[in-house]
């Protein structure tokens, strides 16, 4: 029975930051409609896949819905290279849920961990888009 105590107390601390968390996504959602995101695109690589990746680092959700996203961006003429590094980071790096990543895991861990996933994500987009224009 202590177990399960301390699980309830456990999931009782963390209840306050996970509603913060669902609260946050929810705002993010309501003010960064498809539209706006791909009109951040100037069409200039380098800068479209940092805001690519930057764009997905504070965007939340499933994967399923940075598909659809990407498929928007996609018929809208962005560059796979920001698309490439959107997905990727949407579903890596955790901007919004850093709070709780934090105070769960560390606070120095949360930052490496989302710093480096950042910074892959950009990296993993250059070399996913470079080896599909070399095998085409």
């Known amino acids: 029975m202590s177990c399960v105590y301390k699980a309830f107390k456990s999931f009782g ?14 705002l993010f959602k309501a ?4 539209r706006l995101i791909s009109s951040i695109f100037t069409g200039n690589l380098i800068k479209d896949t940092f805001l690519g990746a930057l764009i997905g680092s ?19 003429g962005i560059s796979f290279f920001a698309i490439t590094s959107f997905i990727v980071a949407w579903v890596t790096v955790g901007v919004i849920q850093l709070p709780a990543e934090a105070s769960f895991l560390g606070k120095k861990f949360a930052i490496i961990r989302n710093g480096l996933s950042f910074i892959f994500s950009i990296l993993v987009s250059i070399a996913t888009v470079l080896t599909l224009l070399l095998i085409r």
């Open 13 to 26: 601390q963390f209840l306050p930051i996970l509603l913060g968390i669902v609260f946050l996504m929810g």
């Open 31 to 34: 003010y960064f409609s498809k």
């Open 58 to 76: 504070i965007s939340t959700g499933n994967p399923i819905t940075s598909y659809i996203i990407a498929g928007e961006l996609q018929r809208q």
